[in-house]
């Protein structure tokens, strides 16, 4: 089992950047396939970003490409969600995920854990 804990959320601008972590309490983070997802009020919980075990391998939701960037520190068992040139349609509750398996999954009943998110708000 693992436990996701996500940081970095918050309150920016239009055009900010934030940077998002999610921390993993499992000492086989590196087994897992992560993802992001965010979830906006009356909305379905989205697909964000997708990173396989190794970091080599990333796939992004249409909506980020160019400006989100998913990373992971295995050596720090941390998830990371790089978002720049933040709009207000990114205001959501951001949430990390984690995986069993072989490969990047966009649908969110693939994955197997969840963190309890974190809000980010962008004003306009």
């Known amino acids: 089992q693992i436990l996701l804990v996500e940081s970095g959320g918050g309150l920016v601008s239009t055009g900010d950047s934030l940077r998002l972590s999610c921390t993993a309490s499992?000492?086989?983070?590196?087994?897992?396939?992560m993802g992001w997802f965010r979830q906006a009020p009356g909305k379905e919980r989205e697909f964000v970003a997708g990173i396989d075990k190794s970091g080599r391998t990333t796939d992004y939701a249409d909506s980020v490409k160019g400006r989100i960037s998913i990373s992971r520190d295995n050596t720090k068992n941390t998830l990371y969600l790089q978002m720049n040139s933040l709009k207000p349609e990114d205001t959501a509750s951001y949430y990390c995920?984690?995986?069993?398996?072989?490969?990047?999954?966009?649908?969110?009943?693939?994955?197997?854990?969840w963190g309890q998110g974190t809000q980010v708000t962008v004003s306009s």
């Open positions: 995920a984690a995986r069993f398996g072989y490969s990047i999954a966009t649908k969110r009943n693939l994955y197997d854990y």
């Open positions: 499992s000492r086989t983070f590196e087994s897992y396939i």
